[in-house]
C-alpha cells in the first residue's frame, strides 16, 4: 500500500492550497483518512480526519475554521482544503491510513500508515 499525497507549495500568509491524497494497492483496498503536519523542529502531529463513508470529522485547534477535510469516495482521494494560511501553517504535511475504518481516527496511534509528505510553507 503506498499514500501519495500532493498540493504542497509556497504561498503568501492569508492565502490558500489544497492538498490531495490517492491510495494505491496491488489488492484489495486502502483509505487514507487522516493529515498530519510536522512544523520545523516539532514533532508530528495529527491537524485533521475524517471518517471513511461519513460526514465525522475532527480537526485540531489550531486550524478550525480555516481548514476543511474531505474524501472523494468514488476516487478515493483524501483533500485538505487549506485557508487562511499563516506562517504557523508551514511543515511537511503527511496523508495517513487507520488501522480500523469503523470510527474516526482522532489520535496518531490509530493511525498505521503516513506517505511520503508534501511541503507546504507560508511567508509572512
Known amino acids: 500500500v503506498q499514500l501519495q499525497a500532493s498540493g504542497g507549495g509556497l504561498v503568501q500568509a492569508g492565502g490558500s492550497l489544497t492538498l490531495s491524497c490517492t491510495a494505491t494497492?496491488?489488492?484489495?483496498?486502502?483509505?487514507?483518512t487522516g493529515w498530519f503536519r510536522q512544523a520545523p523542529g516539532k514533532e508530528r502531529a495529527l491537524v485533521a480526519s475524517i471518517k471513511l463513508r461519513g460526514t465525522t470529522t475532527y480537526y485540531a485547534d489550531s486550524v478550525k475554521g480555516r481548514f476543511t477535510i474531505s474524501r472523494d469516495e468514488v476516487k478515493n482521494t483524501l483533500h485538505l482544503q487549506m485557508n487562511s494560511l499563516k506562517p504557523e501553517d508551514t511543515g511537511v504535511y503527511y496523508c495517513a491510513g487507520p488501522r480500523s475504518v469503523r470510527r474516526i481516527a482522532t489520535t496518531e496511534s490509530e493511525f498505521e500508515l503516513w506517505g511520503q509528505g508534501t511541503q507546504v510553507t507560508v511567508s509572512s
Open positions: 494497492t496491488r489488492t484489495g483496498s486502502y483509505y487514507a
